[in-house]
């Protein structure tokens, strides 16, 4: 095909099962309508790719042609209606482009696309529909242009609900792969090009995590036997993305880990300033997550632990965190919590026990008649609330492992010490 313009077979070739008047408003067979209007835009961005800015921004990215073909990598172009225009020439009704998302209304009532002068990429369901797109903006766009844009809900597509790259990395995760969850599609692409076969790269469609994305990763992949790593930003609100993440997968799996990327890079911006091989370097120096979400608590309490006070009081905040992580987990804080305030460990296993009942009732309180610790249900009340779901019960097996360790001791000094046993350093 050249230019905008069809021809006669391919008209009959794509369009739609059942025309549909404007004014019914839910027609049959939408869903496959739209499944199908975003194949063909699809094929649409793609055929615009080649002569536009779009495959030297990836390769100055280190994203070449294989790669480019592998995610199916297209154009937008920049123009108001081309999408649209090439639609109407397939016989495709106003009303179907704009269920798909793929064109909306503006402030004169005309139809114009969703998407244009855009990097795009498909957002496919797990079972390889195209349900959805998402476009980034040129690096030399006007500040006020989103860099990303997702096509809006449809009856296919809502961005709570799906990941990008899973489709995509469904193989690998079958053979293994431990999927990292990551911020943005570039980054995805990024990790699971540099390490192929051992990490899968995945993003949220613009917006945060969630419990029904989380449950449709435990589909697609044997969390229990991959973990999942997380790779989010280093900045604060990757870190607090980072702590939400490890709230709702922990009831999925307990090897829930973190990567530490340098400050201020995301894996996109490592893979193309030092390449794959840094970022697979980087992806295989991994860190529980859990002291990432016990560190958070403490260090709302940073200015004040060379006191006493201070100690007892971050203590008393981090201790409920720690009382609802999984079981696998408490021995390892206990020790770091013990070191970082310098207290021993008997301290901390008192104040972590008596915070069970704590724990105990927020949870019930959160999720009322929820009692399996793998419910997404529980999970995402439980995150609401900065309460990580675990098996709370069986705390004190941990708490006794966790005492029969040598405490670390930090470096004494003159300040007054707490009661006598309270306080190992301060």
Request: charged share 20%; aromatic share 6%; hydrophobic share 40%.
């Amino acid at each position: 095909m050249t230019g905008d313009q069809p021809g006669r077979e391919q008209v009959g070739a794509t369009q739609p099962s059942a025309l549909w008047a404007t004014e019914l408003s839910t027609p049959p067979g939408l869903a496959s309508d739209v499944a199908q209007l975003n194949e063909v835009a699809l094929r649409f961005f793609r055929s615009r790719l080649a002569n536009s800015w779009v495959p030297r921004h990836l390769e100055r990215r280190g994203f070449g042609s294989a790669i480019q073909q592998r995610w199916q990598a297209g154009y937008a172009p920049a123009e108001w209606d081309a999408l649209t225009s090439y639609l109407r020439a397939l016989r495709f009704p106003d009303p179907l482009i704009e269920a798909a998302g793929l064109a909306r209304r503006s402030q004169r009532g005309t139809l114009i696309d969703t998407f244009r002068d855009r990097v795009m990429f498909p957002i496919r369901s797990i079972d390889g529909t195209v349900a959805a797109f998402i476009g980034r903006a040129p690096e030399e766009a006007r500040p006020q242009v989103p860099k990303y844009v997702n096509s809006p809900r449809t009856c296919l597509y809502r961005k709570g609900d799906m990941l990008f790259g899973l489709w995509e990395a469904r193989q690998a995760i079958a053979a293994g792969a431990r999927p990292v969850i990551v911020e943005g599609p570039f980054d995805a692409i990024a990790m699971t090009t540099a390490c192929s076969g051992r990490h899968a790269g995945i993003a949220p469609c613009g917006t945060a995590l969630t419990a029904e994305q989380v449950r449709t990763l435990s589909q697609a992949a044997d969390l229990g036997r991959t973990g999942v790593l997380v790779a989010f930003d280093s900045d604060t609100a990757g870190r607090r993305a980072a702590i939400r993440a490890y709230h709702l997968l922990i009831p999925y799996t307990h090897e829930v880990s973190t990567m530490v990327l340098p400050a201020g890079q995301d894996p996109a911006q490592v893979f193309t300033e030092r390449g794959p091989g840094a970022l697979a370097g980087i992806a295989a120096d991994i860190h529980p997550l859990a002291d990432l979400v016990t560190d958070a608590v403490v260090d709302r309490w940073s200015r004040w632990l060379e006191y006493p006070e201070g100690q007892i009081n971050a203590l008393r905040a981090t201790a409920p965190v720690i009382a609802a992580m999984p079981v696998s987990h408490v021995a390892g804080q206990v020790a770091r919590l013990a070191h970082r305030l310098g207290l021993d460990y008997a301290t901390v296993t008192e104040a972590i026990t008596d915070a069970l009942p704590q724990v105990i009732a927020r949870t019930a309180t959160s999720s009322p008649g929820v009692r399996s610790v793998a419910s997404p249900c529980r999970a995402a009340a439980v995150a609401e609330c900065d309460v990580p779901g675990g098996p709370a019960q069986a705390l004190s097996h941990a708490l006794t492992a966790a005492q029969g360790r040598a405490p670390p001791r930090p470096a004494r000094d003159d300040r007054t010490p707490l009661p006598a046993g309270r306080v190992h350093g301060h």
